[in-house]
């Protein structure tokens, strides 16, 4: 499924998906995005970019974790993507020992979080995932 998400946003759910085929599928869909030529008028042409942004839902495995999180989540990792450049994707994906701390606490630093083992993190390239400002 596809759908309209926010202004220029869109959200792709897939059931029962695992992290490295949720990263192939991310890394396809901003090459085919990039290989994407617009003619406006002749000589004249439009080039698209896409910033991804992944988590799992639930976020946690075995858990009954809000979609909220999972939302938030991949908001965080869209954020990542959007800073480290055009054309680029953010994986942030909850592990088990993670799955009791706080979300906020989680979100707000993932290198932390991920340094403690609560967290995996990825990139199409080397991500900025310092903590966010809000």
Do not use: K
């Amino acid at each position: 499924m596809v759908a309209r998400w926010g202004g220029a946003g869109f959200l792709v759910a897939r059931h029962d998906t695992q992290a490295q085929a949720a990263q192939a599928l991310a890394s396809h869909l901003c090459l085919q995005m990039e290989r994407l030529v617009i003619e406006l008028a002749p000589g004249q042409h439009l080039t698209v970019t896409a910033s991804i942004g992944l988590a799992p839902l639930p976020l946690f495995a075995d858990t009954s974790a809000a979609l909220e999180d999972s939302l938030r989540a991949a908001d965080r990792a869209l954020q990542s993507a959007r800073r480290s450049g055009q054309n680029a994707w953010a994986s942030l994906w909850g592990e088990r020992a993670g799955q009791d701390v706080d979300l906020y606490a989680l979100l707000h630093d993932p290198a932390d979080a991920m340094a403690r083992g609560w967290l995996s993190l990825s990139g199409s390239r080397p991500m900025p995932w310092t903590p966010a400002r809000y």
